[in-house]
């Protein structure tokens, strides 16, 4: 554990790391894993529940009165002088990646005091890399401060963005939104893992990212380690209300705003047109950018 981290930072690291073991160890034979799907294209492990099992067993064995929320076990509350306190989980951000040995995978915990993002890791077991994070303290990456990237027009910018998948998601809406995006930037990259897209733009990786259909367990440690690193995090139409919408885009604050021209339009959030089925993209200036990291609960 490292010194000058926060304690309850430190466990999460801690928890973490115990986590990224056992997913490289069953990364060794993923023959021999045996693999569920929650809903179509929505897969599981046996590695899944094995890391998630660990994470809570550390945690709670130095905070047992803390409360969970967690992908794969679900949300139990805290107790006594722990109610205030909530760990958010993702044992395996990128589960399709992993179980086809593509090595773009991590776990993601956060921990959210009073509805407040307070602490974050996210930890990349393939490249032993450890992002962190504590509120008003700036973020990490291997004990190696990082910033978000500074380009300030959209047209130079590297994205990321996750693909819908699932049966119910909105498809054909997506296709219209990355159609507009696309020849606006430089590049679009799809990994994945939010949580890693998240870090990469704190880490200035890349510029920006953009995704629907996203959980809580997701976004919430990447979301924090943006906003240390400088940068904003939100829903399409920039408000910070990003987990209730389960639509997430985060960038330094000129490439938010930009973002937010085009994508705004495509937000649930956002006022349809009566005459069209197909949304509207919003003007480049329709909305000025909300440093939604400060306040997202």
Known sequence: MTAHLHPMLNVAVKAARAAGALINRASLDLEGLRVGAKQTNDFVTEVDHAAEAAIIDTLLGAYPEHGIWAEESGRRPGKGRGKAYTWIIDPLDGTTNFIHGFPVYCVSIALMVDGRLEQAVVYDPTRNDLFTASKGRGAFLNDRRIRVAKRTQLRDCLLSTGFPFRPGDAFQTYLK?????????????????????????????????????????????????????????????????????????????????????????????????????????????????????????
């Open 177 to 297: 939104m990355f159609g507009d995006m696309l020849p606006r930037v430089a590049g679009v990259r799809r990994p994945g893992s939010a949580a890693l897209d998240l870090a990469y733009v704190a880490a200035g990786y890349t510029d920006g990212f953009f995704e629907m259909g996203l959980s809580p367990w997701d976004v919430a440690a990447g979301a924090l380690l943006v906003t240390e690193a400088g940068g904003l995090v939100g829903n399409f139409t920039g408000e910070p209300d990003f987990l209730e919408t389960r639509e997430c885009m985060a960038a330094n604050p000129r490439i938010y705003g930009q973002m937010v021209g085009v994508l705004s339009g495509y937000s649930q959030c956002a006022p349809q047109r009566a005459d069209s089925a197909t949304p509207e993209p919003a003007a480049p200036d329709a909305a000025a950018p909300s440093r939604a990291g400060d306040a997202p609960w």
